[in-house]
């Protein structure tokens, strides 16, 4: 992974200045993460995360405690079962037990495809107000900044940042300060 971002560093800055011997490039940079933060939708989207998240994570601690009393109910009759009742038992612990993992498996799966059907579109609004900003700018490029890691511009005059223009083609009030 990083030596693709490296690679896509190297071709940019080869482009930069090919395009700099040609004439001037035009660049801005941009935080989507800050963007984001900043939207009353992604809000809505949050809490309705959260609430789904929370729905997941009940339905797991009842099947926990399902397994957990039939634990306690098998290790205190335990010693007065015949073998075949034993045997049962432990047999339907361990179906339980691995139904337990297979719902937390599941419901992980399931919050990473919700997270990313909730945030998908914002995102997508996100880069259409990217492009729009680059196109009606006149920037050659939009660089991203502010993910630790995932950062293609590592440093940048502040004046060079397009985010008060992001956040007014998305129609909001850039927060102060920035």
Same mark, same amino acid.
């Given at each position: 992974?990083?030596?693709?971002?490296?690679?896509? #560093? @190297?071709?940019?800055?080869?482009?930069?200045?090919?395009?700099?011997? *040609?004439? &001037?490039?035009?660049?801005?940079?941009?935080?989507?993460?800050?963007?984001?933060? %900043?939207?009353?939708?992604?809000? *809505?989207?949050?809490? /309705?995360?959260?609430?789904?998240?929370?729905?997941?994570?009940?339905?797991?601690?009842?099947?926990? *405690? /399902?397994? %957990? &009393?039939?634990?306690?109910?098998?290790?205190?009759?335990?010693? &007065?079962?015949?073998?075949?009742?034993?045997?049962?038992?432990?047999?339907? !612990?361990?179906? @339980? %037990?691995? $139904? !337990?993992?297979?719902? *937390? =498996?599941?419901? %992980? #799966?399931?919050?990473?495809?919700?997270?990313?059907?909730?945030?998908?579109?914002?995102?997508?609004?996100?880069? +259409?107000?990217? =492009?729009? #900003? $680059?196109?009606?700018?006149?920037?050659?490029?939009?660089?991203? &900044?502010?993910?630790?890691?995932?950062?293609?511009?590592?440093?940048?005059?502040?004046?060079?940042?397009?985010?008060?223009?992001?956040?007014?083609? @998305?129609?909001?009030?850039?927060?102060?300060? +920035?």
């Amino acid at each position: 992974m990083k030596i693709k971002s490296l690679i896509v #560093v @190297l071709v940019m800055v080869a482009g930069a200045l090919s395009v700099q011997a *040609q004439g &001037t490039f035009k660049f801005g940079y941009t935080n989507v993460e800050y963007i984001l933060s %900043q939207m009353p939708e992604a809000k *809505q989207v949050d809490s /309705e995360y959260k609430t789904y998240e929370a729905q997941l994570q009940n339905q797991l601690q009842s099947k926990g *405690q /399902e397994f %957990q &009393t039939k634990l306690q109910e098998y290790q205190q009759g335990a010693a &007065t079962m015949t073998d075949i009742m034993r045997a049962d038992k432990e047999s339907e !612990l361990q179906n @339980l %037990q691995a $139904r !337990l993992e297979n719902f *937390q =498996k599941d419901a %992980q #799966v399931s919050l990473q495809k919700k997270q990313s059907d909730l945030y998908a579109p914002l995102f997508e609004k996100i880069g +259409n107000a990217i =492009k729009a #900003v $680059r196109t009606e700018g006149g920037y050659d490029a939009i660089f991203s &900044t502010g993910v630790p890691g995932v950062d293609i511009l590592l440093d940048a005059d502040e004046k060079f940042d397009v985010s008060n223009l992001v956040f007014k083609k @998305l129609g909001i009030t850039p927060p102060a300060g +920035n």
